[in-house]
């Protein structure tokens, strides 16, 4: 049964409300510049605002939706939370980085190259949204920020009371759910040893019986081949090459329609398509992407993860420490 649109603005609220609360997240006097955007991360904006800040939300067009519905879908959340009146939508143009005090790493305010650094203030932060280990040197010019004095912070993923990595593991069985043909008593297994591969591994033999993990392409063998039905790909830094360099052709060709679904990416598929492999998706990841991102489970995830992100940036710009927040503090990974 589907909710009701009074039942899902009713849970949005209560959600925000829940994770700032735990969070003790207050951004009461700061300048915030975020996206606007489609889907569950629509939601960011209204996560600062509710916090007590004033908000800019850059909107353009982009592969998830035109401005105008990431416009109007930021907005929507905002309405639901009672915070409109404390954001404003704007173009990348438009947003006044020299008076913002935090400015968020997110999908249309990136890049935040020299041109945009240049414009911040001494003392702004840049939260990075995302766990460190994760880190994309094409988000961020980080010479340009310590030459103005800019701080950039990580959120530490694997928090105790905030673990976000909870939830790789259930995104992983939606996307087998949703994008493949394995059965429960078929075998699936794992390729890669990245920093999800932990979680997925946990999730994947609480569901599979037959789970198998595979390091390296190199472990790679016939019999493997032979008796799996499922190959889930994470290597989000790209460490595992191409498997061209490293596993045996004819087990590949013998492989005939296998199915290799990316969970993230880092290596060209180029070799197995050619060998009649079906690969979910068909083209490459490029590294440090994801297929789906945890948006694909719905809002708590991303509420999660960015009121984190926000708390990281709070503790930068108002120096806090580990006396007035307590283990707060641990979600933090300074890079500079």
Not at 149 to 171: S, W
Not at 255 to 261: F, I
Request: aromatic share 8%.
């Amino acid at each position: 049964m589907s909710l009701t649109t009074v039942e899902q603005e009713t849970t949005n609220q209560s959600l925000v409300e829940r994770v700032c609360e735990s969070l003790s997240l207050d951004l009461r006097g700061a300048r915030v510049i975020t996206e606007a955007a489609t889907g569950p991360f629509a939601v960011t904006a209204a996560i600062a605002a509710y916090a007590g800040a004033r908000v800019e939300a850059i909107a353009v067009d982009s592969r998830h939706g035109t401005a105008l519905e990431a416009a109007g879908q930021t907005m929507a959340i905002a309405h639901e939370l009672g915070v409109a009146e404390r954001i404003r939508i704007v173009s990348r143009a438009e947003a006044a980085f020299e008076m913002a005090d935090i400015v968020t790493n997110l999908g249309s305010v990136r890049p935040l190259n020299q041109a945009v650094v240049s414009r911040m203030t001494r003392g702004a932060v840049i939260p990075l949204m995302y766990d460190a280990r994760e880190l994309r040197l094409s988000d961020i010019d980080f010479d340009a920020c310590r030459q103005q004095g800019v701080r950039v912070v990580g959120t530490f993923e694997e928090h105790p009371d905030f673990n976000v990595f909870r939830f790789i593991g259930p995104l992983a069985l939606k996307l087998i759910a949703d994008y493949t043909t394995l059965s429960k008593n078929e075998q699936i297994t794992l390729v890669g040893n990245d920093l999800f591969a932990p979680y997925l591994l946990q999730s994947l033999k609480n569901t599979y019986a037959r789970t198998v993990h595979l390091p390296r392409w190199e472990q790679m063998t016939e019999r493997l081949v032979s008796e799996t039905g499922l190959f889930l790909y994470s290597d989000y830094c790209g460490d595992l090459g191409s498997v061209a360099d490293y596993a045996d052709p004819e087990v590949l060709q013998y492989a005939g329609k296998k199915q290799l679904l990316q969970f993230n990416g880092g290596a060209s598929m180029t070799t197995l398509n050619s060998h009649g492999w079906q690969v979910i998706p068909a083209n490459s990841i490029e590294s440090h992407r994801m297929f789906q991102t945890l948006a694909y489970l719905g809002m708590e995830p991303v509420v999660e993860l960015n009121a984190c992100g926000l708390k990281t940036a709070e503790i930068l710009w108002k120096s806090l420490d580990r006396s007035d927040v307590g283990s707060l503090a641990d979600l933090c990974q300074i890079i500079c």
